[in-house]
């Protein structure tokens, strides 16, 4: 596999909103972001990935653009962002930047303008409808119809999110240009690349009526979709940056056509057959899913890992156990340090922080939840039964404040802050996990020490010894005459190995790692 810095990288997930308050707004911003770089670059990461702080009337979190070169007044000014990028480059961390080119705010002039018949009418999608509805029977992510009708325009307008999230018509030249002339504006400031929000969805297939509208697959990768990508990486240059892509609804074979060496797309991706179609672990499925993706990228593409999010609830609760939380967060961190591809830390992770469950369906601010919720109590189901189905994976799960410190707001913020902190906080935090040796933050930064010094990290081959095993997940990296082994009993007992070699433990999440019992939530690896 040919060597790259970005190969070698962590990246670090900053969900500004959530990060750190410095203004006392109750809202985290891009100046308390700065004010804990020294913390971040602690952590051993080479990336920071920075989620939207563009304007934006922030129905969804900053996904919903309104001025894609301004910044959110809740996350600071222009002046904050650039002197967050000079003092990160002062650390040696590069900084990436969502990139939301599907859909813009409704509140977005160009769909001011585009409403309004102007020169700018085919920058949206726009339809008649169809027998006195909607164009089409499609789903969109965040509400019942893609469709929403205009009464100013006497059309219905496509999007793939909620109705405040217009879609944008890459069709048009006009459209992609601009975008491109956008992210060149971000480069020439020194960013260092982007994170694309569901970017395989910009290509829009023919507005037809699908058999299934709950199977929504048909709103991604349709043909068309590599020419578009091809374009962007030429037109701004992304072969000297860092790119992510957001791909839903996609498979291996598919996944290396967006990140193929050969392809001049994008570097990596985030695929969802975990996060998206694995409610809990499921651990013979999590390997196939591990095996088929190596067999199809290596060693021409990297994929990305991770298992957690702004939209996906904590890996501790969610594939491993809060009753041995340090050791399950161990044990997750260690597999996605050394499983092969780029790993990602969600902020507050390294600290083994849980996600959170609110008692009320109005605690939950999120616009997919809300507009879900509201759905099916319309459909007439019962509230009780709604709001149970809903909270274990609900996504403001894991946008609740990072916990800093045992003071009020977990330190977070001197002010109310917009979501709840969690109430495990005097336990779980920053401050404590310093001063205790066997935290999982020192754990995570012998991971991020290891992976600079250990290529076979990141470009050795990948090896399942055991994959029809329930609990153990044994696989082997190999780099020429290196050879890791890596031992996890993902379960809360224990459970008798065979395949704890003699070679040397590098790393493991107990004090004692001899035996041949390994116990719940064990993590081992191997130098053979
Ligand atoms: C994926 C983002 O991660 C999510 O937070 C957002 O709601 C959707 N894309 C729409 O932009």
Redesign the pocket.
Known sequence: MEVAWWKEAVVYQVYWRSFFDTDGDGYGDLRGVTQKLDYIASLGVDVIWLNPCYASPDV??G?DISDYRAVMPKAGTMEDLEQLFREAQARGLKVIMDL?VN?TSDRHAWFADSKANGAKRDWYIWRDGKEGGPPTNWRSYFAPSTWTWCEERKQYYFHS?AKE?PDLNWENPQVREAIYAMMRFWVDKGIDGFRM??INLIKKREFTDVADPFEMSYLANQPGIHDFLQEMNREVGLDRLFTVG?IPFVGPEDGLLYVGEDRGELHTLFHFEVADDMTTMDLPRFKQIQQRWFDALYPKGVASQFLNN??HTRQVTRFGSEKFRVESAKLLGLMLHTLPGIPYIYQGEEIGMTGMRFDRAEDYPDV?FRNRYKERIENGEAPEMVLSSMQLLARDNSRTPVQWDASRNAGFSAGQPWIPVNPNYEEINVEAAEDDADSVLHFYRKLTAMRKEHPVMVYGTYRDLAPNDPYLYVYERTLDDTTWRIVLNIRDEETESVHCPDGECMISNYPDSCATILQPYEARLYML
């Open positions: 969804d979190n996904y939301v859909h999110f999230q929000d569901v957001e702004h939209d997919a």
